[in-house]
Antibody, heavy 119, light 110 residues
Framework: QVQMVQSGAEMRKPGASVKVSCKTSGYNFILHGVVWVRQAPGQGLEWLGWVSAATGNTKYGEKFQGRVVLTTDKSTRTAYMDLRSLTSDDTAVYYC????????????WGQGTLVSVSS | QSALAQPASVSGSPGQSITISCTVLPSYTGNYGLVSWYQQYPGGVPRLILF???KRPTGVSTRFSGSQSGTTVSLTISGLQADDEADYYCCAYAGSSTYVFGSGTKVTVL
């Protein structure tokens, strides 16, 4: 079965960067994109961006342009989310998810990674 | 992009039908047909329940259905059950291969 296993919780100070990994298994990695979604405490879901596992092409949400970088490593079937210039507003659970057909259909999700930003 | 507008909460009694709306904001120019819906229990991971407006992934109950009218897309839950109590989010194409989520709706089963 499909599995998306994310790295553990992270704590950072304002201004720092964080890199979260998402190791996948159970499907043909290069045939599906990976999206990243976050959820601040008590808040709704927020779309950060998408990366093609085949080509490395990326698309980012307007709010995150210039601050987030999504990458993949085909050899390890792992996707990465690198978020820079962190503020307390970036405190959230970050999810990776597999896009199935390419139309916003995120079928399989990681367990989530809590990123806490505090001085 | 701003979140798509959803009612903060919707409630219904067991067996009833409820509808959750997702209204496109004035600045939105996306494809209304490319809308998906997600269910999320407290502390849980989002689960896809509808995609491309009204298609259900394998294993999702037929009690979940989608529709569109003008600039509003909707999720209807028929035969409401206790385990439908959760948060629901729409997600729509926002152009340039990007997507945006709705603000979320908490469903309460009375």
């Amino acid at each position: 079965q499909v599995q998306m296993v994310q790295s553990g919780a992270e704590m950072r100070k304002p201004g720092a960067s964080v890199k979260v990994s998402c190791k996948t298994s159970g499907y043909n990695f290069i045939l599906h994109g990976v999206v990243w979604v976050r959820q601040a405490p008590g808040q709704g879901l927020e779309w950060l961006g998408w990366v093609s596992a085949a080509t490395g092409n990326t698309k980012y949400g307007e709010k995150f342009q210039g601050r987030v970088v999504l990458t993949t490593d085909k050899s390890t079937r792992t996707a990465y989310m690198d978020l820079r210039s962190l503020t307390s507003d970036d405190t959230a659970v970050y999810y990776c998810a597999r896009e199935d057909r390419g139309y916003g259909d995120y079928v399989d999700w990681g367990q989530g990674t809590l990123v806490s930003v505090s001085s | 992009q701003s979140a798509l507008a959803q009612p903060a909460s919707v409630s219904g009694s067991p067996g009833q039908s409820i509808t959750i709306s997702c209204t496109v904001l004035p600045s939105y120019t996306g494809n209304y047909g490319l809308v998906s819906w997600y269910q999320q229990y407290p502390g849980g991971v989002p689960r896809l329940i509808l995609f491309e407006g009204n298609k259900r992934p394998t294993g999702v109950s037929t009690r979940f259905s989608g529709s569109q009218s003008g600039t509003t897309v909707s999720l209807t839950i028929s035969g409401l059950q206790a385990d439908d109590e959760a948060d629901y989010y729409c997600c729509a194409y926002a152009g340039s291969s990007t997507y945006v989520f709705g603000s979320g709706t908490k469903v309460t089963v009375l």
